[in-house]
């Protein structure tokens, strides 16, 4: 997020037809140009990666925010929640702790992005074998039900009627560095955003290179696949879910969902 805010000592007063004006220096009102957005050489070729994008997504955060207020309730809000997440990144990392520091079961991402209702991390997949993958989205499963069972326990002991759920959305596929690399875009990221929302589902994921079937086991979930169609992405696009949450849906949020033939 780039901010540009004018300082009085970028005004100057001319006389023009005997008639002081305001106004705002030529080389400060230049300054209002995309270099501000801290992308570097925007021009420069893109370089592609293979990552896992993943979208968290306060369900509620807009109304949140229209309480009585909000200059007070929402900075103490995501100070604390934006601590929470990190933190919970952090701990399902670690495999064994160390004096020294850490073994762990997966590396850390290596974006992180603020998007004002939730927040994107962004995995570096090219040395990561299948196993360190999944235990992505098992971890990211976990940190979305510590958001209910955890951390919502506690803050609505100090903000009122707080975002009531952590959604999350998970792609698997190819990024494009922009400018200098610090930032990226890609399909990925597009499906892991509309993945996080999708038909009233809180936690949902890509078939696409990650398979279901391996991670049953370990989250004593059982997970199904469906055929679905998203907007701005592609139709009957693979996605996996919790049966046992799609059973808690609607049925026209149900029949949005299509079974193989």
């Known amino acids: 997020m780039a901010t540009f805010k004018l300082k009085s000592t970028d005004s100057i007063k001319i006389i023009k037809?005997?008639?002081?004006?305001?106004v705002v220096k030529k080389e400060v009102f230049d300054n209002f140009n995309e270099s501000i957005l801290g992308l570097g050489k925007i021009e420069t070729k893109s370089t592609l990666t293979n990552a896992i994008s993943v979208m968290f997504d306060l369900e509620g955060f807009t109304n949140f925010c229209k309480q009585i207020d909000p200059q007070l309730a929402v900075p103490e809000y995501l100070s604390d929640f934006l601590s929470w997440i990190f933190s919970q990144v952090r701990k399902e990392t670690i495999e064994t702790t160390y004096d020294e520091g850490y073994t762990t079961y997966m590396d850390l991402p290596f974006l992180s992005k603020y998007l004002g209702d939730?927040?994107?991390?962004?995995?570096?997949?090219?040395e990561m074998d299948d196993t360190a993958m999944l235990n992505i989205v098992t971890s990211m499963s976990e940190i979305c039900a510590k958001y209910e069972r955890d951390f919502l326990p506690n803050i609505i002991k100090k903000i009122s009627s707080p975002p009531s759920k952590l959604r999350c959305g998970i792609a698997r596929g190819i990024i494009y560095s922009v400018g200098n690399g610090n930032d990226f875009v890609g399909p990925c990221i597009n499906m892991s955003a509309r993945l996080q929302k999708l038909n009233s589902l809180s936690f949902c994921f890509s078939r696409r290179g990650l398979n279901p079937e391996h991670l049953e086991e370990e989250m004593e979930k059982s997970i199904i696949t469906k055929k679905v169609d998203i907007r701005g992405i592609g139709s009957d696009e693979l996605v996996c879910f919790f049966e046992a949450e799609y059973d808690m849906l609607s049925a026209e949020d149900k029949s949005k969902f299509k079974n193989f033939d």
């Open 17 to 22: 037809e005997e008639k002081k004006i305001d």
């Open 118 to 126: 939730g927040i994107l991390f962004l995995w570096d997949t090219e």
